[in-house]
């Protein structure tokens, strides 16, 4: 039996990990603001989309923090009946213990709240609810799969020492993209459908940067013709896969510095059948679709699928290590004995989930909807009147009146 919650612990969904530790929830749900008529007049859809873009970001600089494993998890939750998706942002935090788990949801709630102005968002204050949000079905066997940036193996023409193989990672080029086609598609799904994109804020790894400019520098040397082969003559040309992965690592190098996040985006249908291939398509070509720098990657075996379930309900952002690696063979997915500059996998694991602010900015898109274009969205719940409320209870946060809680098995 869950033990009662202390009492600034109401409105927060508390999970206790086996080691003691508690994750906390909070979640908003969120609804886009109608543009008044004659907004805009005169912009296109393209403008508007760049405004919203800039607010999205300044609401994530503000989020960012570097308290370690807080993550929030932007979902899409379809209703085949009315059509309609409903969309919340939920927070996780992480706590020592229950009070520290508390205290960390409650510090994140003022900047979490401040969205963009074409969004508005109502606090969640059932954790019933929360935890409906967490897991709005259990997928089955096939029917969940994530978009991750793509990773590419391949043997080189010219060696760099005793290494012959070379790995580079793509990242999610989209500019200012539209989710609209997304949207559209997954409001017409005939199964009920979520759509999962979570951010982890993390700070650049120390000697990430030295690290990148290094291997930028290798294969800036592999990719230009090398000394004359003294066997055949004339220069050895240079190495076409080297030249695709000095651009990715060089531009990696001057990117993933100071303030990070780490991506997860999650796709999963209700019932047996697989997820549609369309959709997930098409998040992977709207994130990436500049390089078809984006796949989809589906459990392999029953464990990546726990984990990909795992990942999913409990805003959780574990690896898949049958899927997640790709193409790259197995005795590179390992660190040897000796430095691995071309395929190092620890390099190539850091930067597969690795964003910056562009990156972060293409895959966590807040709804909206455009003037006579269909409505996509449900209608947000009201927020509470909590001023009358707050008085008698005591609050002075701001107006946050929270209610219930409840204790889960971890995530």
């Keep these: 039996m869950a033990e009662a919650a202390p009492e600034d612990a109401r409105g927060i969904l508390l999970r206790g990990a086996p080691g003691g530790e508690t994750w906390a929830y909070v979640a908003f749900s969120l609804s886009p603001v109608p543009l008044p008529g004659g907004h805009y007049p005169e912009f296109s859809e393209a403008p508007r989309r760049a405004d919203r873009v800039a607010a999205e970001r300044a609401w994530l600089a503000a989020l960012w923090t570097d308290r370690t494993t807080a993550r929030w998890d932007l979902r899409f939750i379809t209703d085949p009946v009315s059509g309609r998706i409903e969309t919340a942002v939920v927070a996780q935090l992480y706590g020592a213990d229950r009070a520290a788990a508390v205290r960390a949801a409650r510090d994140a709630l003022p900047a979490l709240s401040r969205f963009p102005a074409h969004v508005t968002g109502a606090r969640v204050e059932d954790t019933a609810e929360i935890e409906r949000l967490l897991a709005p079905f259990v997928p089955e066997w096939g029917a969940i799969a994530e978009i ?200 190539v694991a850091a930067l597969t989930d690795l964003v910056d602010a562009d990156e972060a900015a293409a895959v966590f898109r807040l709804p909206h909807e455009e003037p006579g274009e269909p409505e996509l969205f449900a209608l947000g719940r009201r927020a509470p009147d909590t001023s009358l409320r707050g008085a008698l209870t005591g609050n002075t946060d701001g107006g946050w009146t929270d209610l219930g809680t409840g204790l889960g098995t971890g995530p």
Excluded at 160 to 175: P, Y
Excluded at 266 to 292: C, F, N
Aim: net charge positive; aromatic share 8%; proline share 8%.
């Design 148 to 347: 991750r940036k793509r990773v590419t193996c391949r043997t080189l023409t010219r060696t760099w020492g005793e290494e012959r193989i070379a790995t580079a990672v793509s990242r999610f080029d989209a500019r200012a993209p539209s989710w609209n086609r997304i949207w559209a598609h997954l409001a017409a799904e005939p199964r009920r459908t979520v759509v999962s994109v979570c951010l982890e804020p993390c700070s650049a790894p120390p000697g990430l940067t030295e690290g990148l400019t290094m291997r930028a520098q290798a294969f800036g040397t592999l990719a230009v013709p090398g000394p004359p082969d003294p066997m055949y003559g004339g220069p050895v040309p240079g190495d076409p896969f080297a030249r695709e992965a000095h651009g990715l690592y060089d531009a990696a190098s001057r990117r993933y510095t100071g303030r990070l996040h780490r991506a997860r985006v999650s796709v999963a249908v209700e019932g047996g059948a697989p997820v549609s291939d369309v959709l997930t398509g098409l998040i992977a070509h709207t994130v990436a679709p500049e390089t078809s720098g984006a796949v989809v990657v589906r459990p392999r075996d029953g464990e990546d699928h726990r984990v990909a379930c795992g990942n999913l309900l409990g805003v959780n952002r574990d690896w898949q290590h049958g899927a997640y690696w790709q193409e790259v063979p197995a005795f590179l997915q390992t660190t040897s004995g000796r430095q691995l500059w071309l395929s190092d996998p620890g390099t």
